[in-house]
């Protein structure tokens, strides 16, 4: 009967013993969010075990400051402002244009709507196979969520779009009222598009049908309700984009007019009029201007007349 409990009491060490070696490889319990610490979150991935961490440093920018976009500025803002109020609303895919002002919409939305209950959870290409705990995180909270996906894309042969499809509608459960999925990308489709794939359209009486390749495609972005498109800047539009930063960064008018050149062939070594170039190129201006002293920064004035050139005119008239 003793040795009994001896080898009890030995196999029960050795347990111990094991499950402190196996307790460092196993994922740490995730940490419940603050909600109260940010109006943004971001969904990070540490051993396994899913989290949302507070961004506590936000990009200030507003609606007025994205110029030349009034009409999707407008369309995204309408739905975003009906999902605050507890109305209907869409899920929404942003394509187009790089540069142009598709991701930073959603950082403006969330400045102008966030002391109204909006919040942003940021949620990586990467991290979409997550997007069921995340939506179920969150489900119930009195805040309104928008699940953002930037720069959103998939190659052939992966498999995560599968995940988004069934977040937007493809679940036998009701979606969240309080989650929407705001999602930006250059495709307008989110996945590659192949000239074979167009050889299994069939023609059928007067109509074309396309091939079951391209349905899958079209299929996913059909789940977002709200479409906009970016299209590029001409060089007025890019120009007076340029102006608004510039006079954003303290630069007086004068001073503005002189960096329309600079501004241009700025935008013509990088191949791009964008909304991004111009930030880009205001920053770099400024930035230059206001290292150099206010002296050298004021324009050269006609060279004035020195007495002893005056005396010397006035003998040679006389």
């Known amino acids: 009967m003793i040795d009994s409990f001896r080898q009890i009491a030995r196999f029960l060490v050795r347990a111990e013993q094991f499950l402190d070696r196996l307790e460092p490889l196993l994922p740490p319990a995730s940490p419940f969010p603050d909600w109260a610490a940010a109006c943004a979150f971001r969904w990070r991935t540490r051993r396994g075990a899913g989290f949302l961490q507070p961004i506590t440093r936000l990009p200030v920018i507003r609606l007025g400051d994205l110029q030349d976009i009034d009409e999707q500025k407008a369309r995204i803002d309408a739905n975003t402002r009906h999902f605050v109020a507890g109305q209907p609303a869409n899920n929404v895919l942003l394509t187009g244009a790089r540069g142009s002002g598709k991701s930073s919409l959603i950082k403006a939305l969330l400045n102008e709507y966030a002391p109204q209950g909006l919040r942003v959870i940021e949620v990586e290409k990467g991290d979409l196979t997550d997007l069921p705990d995340i939506v179920e995180l969150i489900d119930g909270r009195p805040e309104r969520f928008i ?38 990308s250059n495709r307008r489709h989110l996945m590659p598009e192949y000239f074979a794939e167009n050889l299994e359209s069939r023609r059928v ?114």
């Open 147 to 184: 699940v953002f996906c930037d720069d959103l894309s998939f190659d052939s042969g992966d498999a995560r779009y599968k995940a988004l499809k069934v977040v937007l509608d493809g679940s036998i459960a009701a979606a969240p009222e309080n989650v929407l999925i705001y999602a930006t």
């Open 205 to 318: 009486g007067e109509e074309i049908h396309p091939g079951e390749a391209i349905e899958e495609k079209i299929s996913l972005s059909e789940r977002f309700g709200l479409w906009i498109s970016f299209y590029p800047f001409d060089q007025e539009a890019y120009l007076k984009i340029v102006a608004h930063w510039l006079q954003s960064f303290g630069c007086a008018r004068d001073e503005i007019v002189r960096a329309e050149r600079d501004a241009l062939n700025w935008a013509l070594e990088r191949g791009s009029r964008s909304g991004r170039v111009a930030w880009q190129f205001a920053r770099d201006w400024a930035g230059r201007q206001l290292a150099v002293p206010d002296r050298q920064r004021r324009p050269r004035s006609a060279p004035s007349t020195s007495p002893t050139t005056a005396r010397k005119r006035s003998r040679n008239v006389a």
